[in-house]
């Protein structure tokens, strides 16, 4: 019986940590696309800014 017991609280111990790993993935998921988002909006203002130089350049050309 004692064999029993251990499997089961081995069990318990591993939906526990199961548990963890699924809390820890969401949260991970969720920062991950709050870092692609702000890199979307980084690349969105890096080619802004590159169209108005361009703009610029190309004004002084003429």
């Not at 318990?12 to 870092?35: G, H, M, N, P, Y």
């Not at 800014?49 to 004004?59: H, I, N, P, W």
Request: zero cysteines; proline letters at 0%; hydrophobic letters at 40%.
């Amino acid at each position: 019986m004692e064999l029993i017991e251990r499997l089961e609280a081995r069990f318990e111990e591993l939906l526990v940590r199961i548990r963890q790993l699924e809390e820890e993935k969401a949260a991970l998921s969720t920062q991950v696309e709050a870092e692609a988002a702000k890199r979307r909006e980084v690349q969105d203002r890096i080619e802004a800014l590159l169209t108005r130089v361009q703009e610029s350049l190309g004004g002084h050309k003429a």
